[in-house]
């Protein structure tokens, strides 16, 4: 096989994951440039790909996403202020909150959190890779990469929480929702939407 058709191969499968990717760390309009100036790079170093080949695209549009912020500090704050935006909105395809009730709460507090630890918690969850990959794309050894993730998954449960409670304030709620011995025996047995957002985190 010839390495054009090795980069339309390579082009086809993982184009729509990287572009994913970049547009979860600076938004659509700056994430479509560095997905091209990602595969540029690919075609330049097409002997050096490895298999899989996602975390290292994912490694190279993380790298040129640094070097956009060291390059031009206000450009790369106003991206990704865009792709908090483009997260709080829902319009992802993936969703980190799918099968959570709640699913406006879930984003919205991921959106809260700090953008290490939505990347984290994005790659293994919306870009389906394993600690040890995922662990490559951020330059860290596998047993940092689980640490952090681990803090991460606490951290989004958390703020699950707090978001939940914000949305409905009203004294009145909150004595309409106070539990009965009964209710609360029952809400036992339920798990909360921190709980729900964190179990979908683990099974990816």
Same mark, same amino acid.
């Given at each position: 096989?010839?390495?054009?058709?090795?980069?339309?191969?390579?082009?086809?499968?993982?184009?729509?994951?990287?572009?994913?990717?970049?547009?979860?760390?600076?938004?659509?309009?700056?994430?479509?440039?560095?997905?091209?100036?990602?595969?540029?790079?690919?075609?330049?170093?097409?002997?050096?790909?490895?298999?899989?080949?996602?975390?290292?695209?994912?490694?190279?549009?993380?790298?040129?996403?640094?070097?956009?912020?060291?390059?031009?500090?206000?450009?790369?704050?106003?991206?990704?202020?865009?792709?908090?935006?483009?997260?709080?909105?829902? $319009?992802?395809?993936?969703?980190?909150?799918?099968?959570?009730?709640?699913?406006?709460?879930?984003?919205?507090?991921?959106?809260?959190?700090?953008?290490?630890?939505?990347?984290?918690?994005?790659?293994?969850?919306?870009?389906?890779?394993?600690?040890?990959?995922?662990?490559?794309?951020?330059?860290?050894?596998?047993?940092?990469?689980?640490?952090?993730?681990?803090?991460?998954?606490?951290?989004?449960?958390?703020?699950?929480?707090?978001?939940?409670?914000?949305?409905?304030?009203?004294?009145?709620?909150? $004595?309409?929702?106070?539990?009965?011995? $009964?209710?609360?025996?029952?809400?036992?047995?339920?798990?909360?939407?921190?709980?729900?957002?964190?179990?979908?985190?683990?099974?990816?």
């Amino acid at each position: 096989m010839t390495d054009a058709q090795r980069f339309r191969d390579l082009y086809e499968e993982c184009q729509p994951r990287v572009l994913a990717y970049a547009t979860g760390l600076v938004g659509r309009q700056v994430g479509e440039d560095i997905t091209s100036e990602t595969f540029t790079v690919a075609w330049r170093r097409m002997r050096d790909i490895p298999t899989p080949p996602l975390p290292w695209l994912l490694g190279v549009a993380r790298n040129l996403t640094r070097e956009l912020r060291r390059r031009d500090s206000r450009q790369y704050a106003l991206a990704t202020e865009e792709a908090r935006r483009v997260l709080t909105s829902g $319009a992802r395809v993936e969703d980190v909150a799918a099968g959570v009730t709640e699913r406006a709460v879930a984003l919205q507090a991921l959106a809260g959190l700090s953008a290490a630890d939505r990347e984290l918690l994005t790659l293994v969850a919306w870009h389906g890779l394993a600690p040890r990959q995922a662990a490559r794309v951020l330059g860290c050894s596998t047993a940092t990469f689980s640490v952090r993730l681990h803090r991460a998954r606490r951290r989004l449960e958390r703020a699950v929480e707090e978001v939940g409670l914000s949305r409905d304030p009203s004294p009145r709620s909150a $004595a309409a929702s106070r539990p009965t011995a $009964a209710s609360r025996s029952a809400a036992a047995s339920r798990p909360t939407a921190a709980s729900r957002s964190a179990a979908t985190l683990k099974e990816h």
